[in-house]
C-alpha cells in the first residue's frame, strides 16, 4: 500500500510557483526536488493541507490566498527611517533587499521601496505577502521521519549534521 502524506512524512516534491498572472516566482531544480517534514511548519499552511492525503506519483494544482500562504501585507511593517540607519551603504535605491535582525532576535528581509532626501521607506512584509500563489506540484516521494528528522524538526535529505 503506497505511503500517503500525513503528519511527520518526509515529502520530496517538484514544484513551480506563479502568481496570478502566470508569472514563475520560484521553482524547484529539475535534479533535486523540495524536501521538507509534513506537519512541522516547514511550508506555507495552505500547500501543506493540500499536500495531505497525497501520495507518491500524484499531480496537483494548488491555489493559496495569501491568508493561508505568507499573510496579508500589514502596512505596520511600512516604515519611514533615516538613511543613517544603513551605515556603510554609499548607495541606496527602491527594490534593494537587506537582512536584518527582528526585535525578537530572528533575521528579517527589508526590502527599500522609495528613497527620498534623507528618508528611506521600508518594507518588512514577506515578499510575498498579499500575493496569490498558484503552485503546479509532482509528489516523487513520501516516506515516514527518521527519529532524528522529527527530533530536528526537519528532513535530513541532501544535509548532513
Do not use: W
Not at 491555489?63 to 511600512?78: L, Q
Amino acid at each position: 500500500m503506497p505511503t500517503l502524506i500525513e503528519k511527520n512524512s518526509v515529502v520530496r516534491m517538484h514544484y513551480t510557483l506563479k502568481d496570478n498572472d502566470g508569472n514563475v516566482i520560484d521553482r524547484s531544480e529539475k535534479s533535486k526536488p523540495l524536501s521538507y517534514l509534513h506537519g512541522a511548519g516547514n511550508i506555507i499552511p495552505g500547500l501543506e493541507k493540500a499536500l495531505t492525503g497525497k501520495g507518491e506519483g500524484d499531480s496537483l494544482q494548488v491555489k493559496i490566498e495569501p491568508t493561508d500562504g505568507y499573510g496579508e501585507v500589514d502596512p505596520e511593517c511600512i516604515k519611514i527611517i533615516e538613511k543613517s540607519a544603513f551605515e556603510g551603504v554609499e548607495t541606496l535605491e527602491a527594490g534593494m533587499t537587506f537582512e536584518a535582525k527582528a526585535p525578537d532576535g530572528t533575521s528579517q528581509q527589508i526590502i527599500i521601496k522609495k528613497v527620498e532626501g534623507d528618508n528611506v521607506t521600508i518594507d518588512t512584509n514577506h515578499p510575498l505577502a498579499g500575493i496569490i500563489l498558484n503552485f503546479d506540484i509532482d509528489i516523487v516521494g513520501v516516506r515516514e521521519a527518521t527519529k532524528e528528522e522529527l527530533d530536528h524538526g526537519h528532513t535530513h535529505d541532501g544535509h548532513s549534521h
